[in-house]
């Protein structure tokens, strides 16, 4: 298409656009496709984290119970088999006591982990002590099958009493073999009635008593060693110590305030002596290594931790150059799908398009129509085209018809005047005042075509000026009847005006309404027969005031009734001025209604007459205005009365 620059062309914005967009689309897939590919390896990283510490539990679990590491090689076979990680434990100097891969396999350079239950993390080993103890460790706290069954039985039977109590618990086994009662979720003691609490179920047994016994013995020696236990203070610590590691780790209890008791001893004022201090932290010391030297038999010895296969700490994203050139012929190809599709599709938006500038480019006078092909938005812009070109022709007949209309309606009186001045200038007659009052009506006749044309010419300009001020209805249509009382006696017709309560005022140019209400009043009284009525009537209608001409004349067909404000237009279809006006007094009420800002509509019954109905804009009466008693409602003002039968004249 010539004339158009090449970047503003719509096919080519349209490639632009495509292109754009498939960029786009590429780019965003690809940013997807890393997204969730890095997120995808960090969770399989913390789902490896998670397998990680379920090793070290395992195998620290394995050291808690085993003196030695003789028999964890199925272990750790099974642990790799379900994790999929390499498991290899050394000792310290990095003798291998255990492998899943194969023999001669280097192992990591360093090591993942230490497994030591006497030493376990007290923050993400789960049960841990506080003394870093794995709870799993029982040591010499291990019950013998007889006292199990004897602290069963008294389980089951605090278990009982409690329910009669109306309280609920379940009986766990400790690692020790102890039972236990917690609620019903396992996580607390519950509180044990009076009735219930006769203390046999948390009383040591003797294989407990015996270990507690060797735990506060080797606790004295390390204070002894320290020169502490001459302090009458160290035996009620060490007591303590003991009574909380029985209360928290053997009956997995607080049993009666124990623990209580040694926070506000620790706290108390029996501390806070001379050498308080120093006596707590080398106490907390004593009775660590004392408990671990009490367990330290029963479990496997230090060991250390490798692990392989697993994923690295850091999560990185990279592309491989063939999957690069992957990427880059996928997105080519995405591209050149697009460019093809959207070439394609351009080309049959455009088509009409050009179809649709050719015809506007065509002669006026051509009146080119364009094919319809589709009933997208182009299939709408062309028959919106083809209407717009079928408007023009009409508009074009219109024209014609209205210079032929104004021809003729100029022509008529000028050819009567141009013909009494020729016969008058041969003397054929004479100059008589019947022949001069003849010429005056024609010169009138003229006058009146040539003032209707210029008003329909103020209005299509939008030059058409208006004096608006507030204008009684009643005044206007009194105006209106007393203009053409002498028009309706001749007629033979009455002519009433009526005006409702609250039809007081109107926001109008009085002499451009007195001229649209007269031109309706001229048109009825021509289409009204004598002994017929013509009534004004005014009425309020909320914010507006509506005037309605009624005449009881022929009425207008209702084919008729679109037409009846075209221009020239006249229901009867001869073309004598003695049964119809210039056809412009319609036309010229409509414009002058809407100059208003107001409407005129019409309904007709053919034989019983015809309604025009005027809605204007209310006003306010004047503040120095003088308002008149208004009419009692229903009363009606006749300004003309039923005269004798005459035949209309124009």
């Known amino acids: 298409m010539t004339g158009v620059p090449l970047r503003k062309r719509l096919l080519v914005r349209l490639l632009i656009a495509s292109v754009l967009i498939a960029a786009c689309s590429v780019a965003a897939t690809a940013w997807l496709v890393v997204e969730t590919t890095t997120r995808a390896l960090r969770e399989e990283q913390g789902q490896a984290l998670a397998d990680d510490m379920d090793i070290l ?4 679990g394995y050291a808690a119970t085993h003196a030695d590491w003789s028999e964890v090689g199925p272990v750790v076979r099974a642990l790799s088999e379900r994790t999929g990680r390499r498991i290899a434990l050394t ?9 899943s891969a ?7 350079p360093r090591a993942a982990a230490t497994v030591d239950p006497l030493r376990t993390d007290t923050h993400t080993e789960a049960g841990a002590q506080r003394s870093g103890v794995d709870p799993r460790v029982v040591g010499p706290y291990l019950l013998p099958a007889h006292e199990r069954a004897r602290l069963d039985e008294l389980a089951r039977e605090r278990q009982r009493c409690m329910a ?16 236990v009662l917690t609620d019903d979720s396992g996580a607390a003691a519950p509180a044990v009635p009076d009735e219930c609490a006769d203390g046999k179920l948390n009383t040591l047994t003797a294989t407990e008593d015996k270990a507690v016994a060797d735990l506060r013995r080797r606790a004295h020696d390390c204070l002894e060693r320290h020169g502490l236990d001459a302090d009458p203070r160290a035996a009620t610590l060490v007591d303590l110590y003991a009574a909380d590691v029985l209360a928290a780790d053997v009956l997995l209890t607080d049993g009666y305030g124990v623990r209580a008791k040694f926070s506000s001893f620790l706290r108390g004022d029996e501390l806070t002596g001379p050498g308080g201090e120093q006596l707590v932290r080398q106490g907390q010391r004593c009775f660590d290594s004392a408990r671990r030297a009490q367990l330290d038999p029963y479990v496997a010895p230090v060991a250390q931790l490798h692990l392989g296969g697993g ?6 994203f990279d592309m491989s150059r063939a999957n690069k050139a992957k990427v880059v012929g996928v997105a080519g190809l995405v591209l050149a799908v697009t460019v093809a599709v959207t070439a394609a599709v351009a080309t049959r938006l455009v088509r009409p398009l050009r179809a649709l500038t050719e015809a506007v480019r065509q002669s006026p006078d051509r009146q080119v129509r364009v094919p319809v092909s589709t009933r997208d938005e182009t299939g709408i812009l062309a028959e919106a085209f083809n209407d717009l070109t079928d408007r023009r022709a009409r508009l074009e007949a219109q024209r014609k018809a209205m210079v032929s209309d104004i021809a003729h309606e100029l022509r008529s009186p000028l050819t009567n005047i141009r013909g009494w001045l020729e016969v008058t200038r041969d003397g054929v007659v004479d100059p008589d005042p019947h022949l001069l009052a003849a010429l005056h009506d024609e010169a009138l006749v003229l006058q009146r075509v040539i003032d209707d044309l210029r008003d329909l010419a103020d209005a299509d300009a939008g030059t058409l000026r208006l004096h608006r001020e507030p204008v009684r209805a009643a005044d206007l249509l009194d105006q209106t009847a007393a203009a053409h009382r002498v028009a309706a006696e001749a007629a033979g017709v009455a002519l009433r005006t009526r005006t409702a309560p609250g039809a007081r005022w109107l926001d109008a140019d009085p002499v451009r309404m007195r001229q649209a209400v007269g031109n309706l009043v001229t048109n009825a009284l021509r289409h009204t027969p004598p002994g017929g009525t013509v009534t004004l009537s005014a009425r309020p209608d909320g914010d507006a005031v509506v005037l309605e001409v009624a005449d009881t004349g022929s009425g207008i067909a209702a084919e008729d009734l679109p037409y009846l404000f075209d221009r020239f237009w006249r229901a009867e279809k001869s073309r004598s001025r003695r049964t119809g006006g210039s056809g412009l007094g319609l036309p010229i009420v409509r414009h002058l209604l809407a100059a208003h800002g107001g409407t005129v509509d019409v309904t007709s019954t053919p034989g019983t007459g015809s309604v025009f109905t005027l809605r204007l804009p209310a006003a306010p009466a004047p503040r120095d205005g003088h308002e008149p008693t208004p009419p009692e409602p229903g009363s009606e003002t006749s300004t003309s009365t039923v005269s004798k039968a005459r035949p209309s004249s124009s």
């Open 57 to 60: 539990a395992r195998l620290s």
């Open 164 to 179: 009669r109590n109306g309280v609920r618990a379940t009986v766990v086994r400790a690692p020790s073999g102890r039972p």
């Open 311 to 316: 994923a690295t700490t850091e999560v990185r």
């Open 91 to 99: 000792t310290a100097d990095r003798v291998l006591i255990a492998d």
């Open 102 to 108: 194969p023999p001669g396999t280097p192992l990591a």
